[in-house]
T-cell receptor, first 114, second 117 residues
Framework: EDQVTQSPEALRLQEGESSSLNCSYTVSGLRGLFWYRQDPGKGPEFLFTLYSAGEEKEKERLKATLTKKESFLHITAPKPEDSATYLC???????????????FGKGTKLTVNP | GAVVSQHPSWVICKSGTSVKIECRSLDFQATTMFWYRQFPKQSLMLMATSNEGSKATYEQGVEKDKFLINHASLTLSTLTVTSAHPEDSSFYICSGTAGGGGTDTQYFGPGTRLTVL
């Protein structure tokens, strides 16, 4: 069964204090790994897609990396506005074909204090 | 680009009534749309996948007669919760992809908070 485990569940940082979020996964035939940001009461906002081990992508203070077993979301010098829940999801093939579904982790709730 | 809207953003209904939630892709044609449910402090759980013009594919444990999904056009999908009960109270989120397969990015709507009294 495809599984996604994110750690830590919650993380508190001071503004400017860099850190990393972890996403470990087991999936048969990874087609893509996705990072989303979700604010309270809102839908997830797309951040990155990673396709193969060794790939890295950056956006402002965020950088996502991928290995064969896990992905990291590195946050450099975070600001209070980076506070949100960060979701990791893997894309695995549907048994009946068509677009592949996403399997989500439970997320890491990040709080950045000023 | 890749904006998805949902309507209503929240709804309160009495037990036994039906509620319809609309999901629209505003600036792209969503060949596939997905419906998720999210309980407090839990992750998104896929309920069903629908392709335009065909029947939805439901995940194991999701009652297809209770959660009716219609994907009548490339920009609109609807989820109807029939005979809603308090345990159906949740945050319902839809997403859409522009392609027909492969590693297409899912773009999510803002969600609909359903409360059943």
């Amino acid at each position: 069964e495809d599984q996604v485990t994110q750690s830590p569940e919650a993380l508190r940082l001071q503004e400017g204090e860099s850190s990393s979020l972890n996403c470990s996964y087991t999936v048969s035939g990874l087609r893509g790994l996705f990072w989303y940001r979700q604010d309270p009461g809102k839908g997830p906002e797309f951040l990155f897609t990673l396709y193969s081990a060794g790939e890295e992508k950056e956006k402002e203070r965020l950088k996502a990396t991928l290995t064969k077993k896990e992905s990291f979301l590195h946050i450099t010098a975070p600001k209070p506005e980076d506070s949100a829940t960060y979701l990791c999801a893997v894309q695995a093939p549907l048994t009946q074909g068509g677009s592949e579904k996403l399997v989500f982790g439970k997320g890491t709730k990040l709080t950045v204090n000023p | 680009g890749a904006v998805v809207s949902q309507h209503p953003s929240w709804v309160i209904c009495k037990s036994g009534t039906s509620v319809k939630i609309e999901c629209r892709s505003l600036d792209f044609q969503a060949t596939t749309m997905f419906w998720y449910r999210q309980f407090p402090k839990q992750s998104l759980m896929l309920m069903a996948t629908s392709n335009e013009g065909s029947k939805a594919t439901y995940e194991q444990g999701v009652e297809k007669d209770k959660f009716l999904i219609n994907h009548a056009s490339l920009t609109l999908s609807t989820l109807t919760v029939t005979s809603a009960h308090p345990e159906d109270s949740s945050f319902y989120i839809c997403s859409g992809t522009a392609g027909g397969g492969g590693t297409d990015t899912q773009y999510f709507g803002p969600g609909t908070r359903l409360t059943v009294l």
